[in-house]
Nanobody, 122 residues
Framework: QVQLVESGGGLVQAGGSLRLSCSAS????????KAWFRQAPGKEREFVAA????????YYSDSVKGRFSISRDNDRNTVSLQMNGLKPEDTAVYYC???????????????WGQGTQVTVSS
């Protein structure tokens, strides 16, 4: 069954903004670390941002630091990714992931969403 569902992707011009959201269907996920990864065609899945369930620790990749912001609402069991200053190189499918412990690596997560496409035009 689908446990994580992403939304908010789309087409935007360079310099624009998008906000991605990920909703979890399993109540236990409200206490899981959450992360966003992305994968461009022909490339490996890449870490974007991660947050502990208390929001006390947040990680960002160097490529998005200062432009993207991850946040979560445990009451609604959601995690969001605010993306500002988008660049063509941010074009990818963005995936939400969840796991008991925080990690920057895809193999650290055992629950994944289906992904949402983000396309940034130049």
């Amino acid at each position: 069954q689908v446990q994580l569902v992403e939304s908010g992707g789309g087409l935007v011009q360079a310099g624009g903004s998008l906000r991605l959201s990920c909703s979890a269907s399993e109540p236990a996920f409200s206490r899981y670390a959450k992360a966003w990864f992305r994968q461009a065609p022909g490339k490996e899945r890449e870490f974007v941002a991660a947050i502990t369930w208390t929001s006390s620790i947040v990680y960002y990749s160097d490529s998005v630091k200062g432009r993207f912001s991850i946040s979560r609402d445990n009451d609604r069991n959601t995690v969001s990714l605010q993306m500002n200053g988008l660049k063509p190189e941010d074009t990818a499918v963005y995936y939400c992931a969840a796991a008991p412990a925080l990690s920057r690596y895809p193999n650290g997560y055992n629950r994944w969403g289906q992904g949402t496409q983000v396309t940034v035009s130049s």
